[in-house]
């Protein structure tokens, strides 16, 4: 199974800004859309952000409307999100993964649509 290699994590203050990258190296990358999920302890895996295979369209938790920024580099094959303002309850493991579609405009958000996770990366936000 393909597995991207996740980075940026960290432990910031409340109001801090961390940039998350992951890259895969074998994957037809401009192929898939791709996504950022996070999930804290006792707590189900959710979305965070996702964005389209051509990266002309994205999609955002209510949660980090207007703090997270996601984006993509397909000649690079990574995706990153960049996390500006953040509190204290954005701490979580934050993992990418790929789903694959036909559909360039394509925004999925649901976890079943993806595959080929990370590991994940921690993030620790302290008041």
């Known amino acids: 199974q393909v597995r991207p290699v996740e980075s940026g994590g960290g432990s910031v203050q409340a109001g801090g800004s961390l940039r998350l990258s992951c890259k895969y190296s074998?994957?037809?990358?401009?192929?898939?859309?791709m996504g950022w999920f996070r999930q804290a302890p006792g707590k189900e895996r959710e979305f965070v952000a996702a964005?389209?295979?051509?990266?002309?369209?994205?999609d955002y938790a209510d949660s980090v409307k207007g703090r997270f920024a996601i984006s993509r580099d397909n000649g690079k094959n990574s995706v990153y999100l960049q996390m500006n303002s953040l509190k204290p309850e954005d701490t979580a493991v934050y993992l990418c993964?790929?789903?694959?579609?036909?559909?360039?405009?394509?925004?999925?958000?649901?976890?079943?649509?993806?595959?080929?996770w990370g590991q994940g990366t921690q993030v620790t936000v302290s008041t």
């Open positions: 993964a790929a789903c694959p579609t036909v559909y360039a405009n394509l925004v999925p958000s649901a976890v079943r649509d993806f595959d080929s």
């Open positions: 074998k994957l037809t990358f401009s192929m898939y859309a």
């Open positions: 964005i389209s295979r051509n990266g002309g369209s994205t």
